[in-house]
């Protein structure tokens, strides 16, 4: 080792930095995209869908018989119906598709007929209608609507 | 603009003041929602800010730093200062959300695309910071997190049209939708394009702020190894 002379405080240059081939990167890079790769390949993409609307589970209804799935569909009027351990009510989709939900559980504060929703459960069997689930989330829109439009004060002055 | 800038200060707390009060009191409450519709004046302009305020300031920062006739440590500066006020942002944007999303949706999270995708960016901007750290010398560490400040702004997009490519819980986009027919009752919407403007305005703030401060920070660390250098020369001598 050479010696520092310790009077000596003008700087010195860096250290050579060693360089790597570009083989190292190359090697990182193709291992990488060969994963996203494998992870687009095994239906990553699909899985990232949150629910499964009412049509689609009823036009995969065989193959998905009583697995656990997330259910979307339109709280249909006039069917909700209090039950002893939750709430039942009929879930449509865009056409004609009904689905019968018996939940369990105290329903989010915005449910209501005729709002989205998105039902944690499965179906009881592979032929039935029937649906047992055991959380409801509620899907809003993105549409926001005055609820008195021509009242924007109430009596005691808050807004209501 | 230097004329300006003094101005900056005040119009942010006159613009957030004016979206407190329509928002709390001048507008009404939702048909569905309630007085929970309250959260729209704060929760997508802090999304707003975060993704795409924010990133944009830190990816054109990032690439004028990058091109070398533009190469200046100021871009390296304003990048990283963008980046680390976009992260009080996105945090906030999750906060808001989960706040929001307990009454409206009756769970404080879910994995959809969306949310999954923004907790993502909140650890790859965190990541940032981290890259920040891992070296000292100046030039690397602006190139290094140039190009990854750069990398991870790909994901902006991702959440943009996370609700359009996939089925999420998260409700499509209120402004920036794309049949453009926004569905917002008159004074809510001036009130929640108010609050885009306010909080725009906020951040730029920030950014002045924490500009001014990594430059101070800047000068006292030159200033302290040249007051050193002197010293261990004199001792030298």
Redesign the interface.
């Known amino acids: 080792m050479d010696a520092i002379d310790p009077t000596n405080l003008s700087p010195v240059a860096a250290p050579p930095t060693r360089r790597r081939g570009n083989l190292r990167s190359v090697v990182v890079l193709v291992v990488l995209v060969a994963a996203i790769g494998l992870l687009l390949s095994q239906g990553l993409l699909s899985n990232l869908n949150y629910f499964k609307t009412v049509d689609e589970a009823m036009a995969q209804k065989s193959q998905l018989g009583t697995q656990t799935l997330r259910l979307e569909g339109l709280v249909e009027r006039g069917s909700i119906a209090r039950t002893n351990s939750g709430a039942s009510f009929v879930l449509t989709g865009s056409g004609k598709q009904h689905v019968n939900v018996r939940v369990s559980g105290t329903p989010p504060q915005l449910f209501r007929a005729n709002i989205g929703v998105v039902v944690v459960g499965h179906f009881v069997s592979a032929a039935s209608l029937n649906f047992v689930g055991n959380q409801i989330i509620v899907k809003h829109s993105a549409s926001y609507i005055a609820a008195h439009p021509n009242r924007f004060k109430g009596q005691n002055g808050s807004p209501r | 603009m230097k004329r300006l800038a003094p101005l900056l200060g005040p119009a942010t707390v006159l613009s957030l003041a004016v979206t407190f009060v329509m928002g709390l009191?001048?507008?009404?409450?939702?048909?569905?929602?309630?007085q929970?519709?309250r959260l729209?004046y704060v929760h997508p302009a802090l999304a707003w800010v975060a993704l795409y305020v924010s990133f944009a300031t830190t990816t054109i920062a990032s690439a004028l730093y990058l091109w070398p006739r533009t190469r200046t440590m100021t871009m390296d500066r304003v990048a990283y200062c963008a980046m680390e006020v976009s992260i009080v942002f996105i945090a906030l944007t999750l906060i808001t959300g989960s706040l929001w999303g307990r009454?409206?949706?009756?769970?404080w999270w879910?994995?959809?695309?969306r949310l999954t995708a923004t907790a993502i960016m909140l650890i790859l901007e965190l990541g940032y910071l981290a890259l920040r750290r891992a070296n000292d010398d100046a030039k690397v560490r602006a190139r290094r997190s140039a190009v990854f400040g750069i990398l991870i702004a790909l994901n902006v997009p991702i959440i943009h049209f996370?609700v359009q490519?996939?089925?999420?819980?998260h409700?499509?986009?209120?402004v920036l939708?794309n049949s453009g027919k926004v569905?917002?009752?008159?004074?809510?919407l001036w009130t929640l394009l108010l609050s885009f403007v306010a909080f725009t305005l906020l951040f730029f703030w920030l950014l002045r702020a924490r500009y001014r401060l990594e430059n101070q920070r800047e000068h006292r660390r030159d200033a302290g190894l040249a007051t050193v250098?002197e010293q261990?020369?004199r001792e030298?001598?």
């Open positions: 009191w001048l507008t009404p409450p939702d048909v569905v929602q309630g929970l519709v729209l009454p409206a949706w009756g769970v879910a994995w959809d695309a996370a490519w996939w089925k999420t819980l409700q499509p986009a209120t939708s569905t917002v009752h008159g004074s809510m250098l261990r020369q030298g001598l």
